[in-house]
């Protein structure tokens, strides 16, 4: 598995992503490959972070879900997420090749406090975080931010367009919610969806040159 490398992908907002360039199941690195990303996909527990590294990986992705037990319902908070039957237990982990080279090595995290201890262990390495969270139960989210915020990674906030997530909601207010900084990218996207899932990510590595674009070049 390849580690990220010292510099900033050199990404930008012309690039596009083209998911039909790789055959699927393909194991091989694309021959255009030149900067390999490691990124977090964080979020709270059922936000969709499996979801969304399923509908953009180019490789088979690697899952480790178990079975939600009786052992876990007084630990794991099932608020707005009665149906979820399975959860991460490790990592989810997938591949996505951008235009220029870029290629994402996606690091999909537990979203529950019980396996906090494992976040120094995955984060390390990794050049920033997609956070996915649920505007249904916006409260869900502080931990995650709190984590990412601490470990000092850059991060954009994209938030999972459940069929009955609020509509009312200003984009000034969601920010004021989370106390997001004016700088934070923040989108809306639809985890099922292969494209609208790799604008979440591409907002993210926009940002990743923004704030350094000496190293982008």
Known sequence: MASAPSSTPSAGPADVVAPDAVAPDAVHLPDTARDLVKILVAGPFGVGKTTLIDSVSEIRPL????????????????????????????IDFGRVSLAGGVVLYLF?????????????????????????????????????????EESGLPYAVAFNAFPDAPRHYGEEQLRRALDLEAATPMVTCD????????????ALVDHLVDRDPAEAR
């Open 108 to 148: 999909g995290t537990p979203g529950q406090e019980r396996f906090r201890s494992l976040w120094d262990d995955i984060a390390y390495g990794a050049l920033g975080a997609l956070v996915l969270v649920d505007s249904r139960r916006l409260d869900a989210s502080f931990d995650v931010l709190g984590l990412v």
């Open 63 to 90: 899952h480790t879900e178990e079975p939600l037990s009786e052992a876990s319902a007084d630990v794991d908070d099932l608020s707005g997420v009665r149906e979820k039957a399975t959860t991460t237990v490790a």
């Open 191 to 202: 985890a099922r969806d292969t494209h609208s899932s790799i604008d979440a990510l591409l």
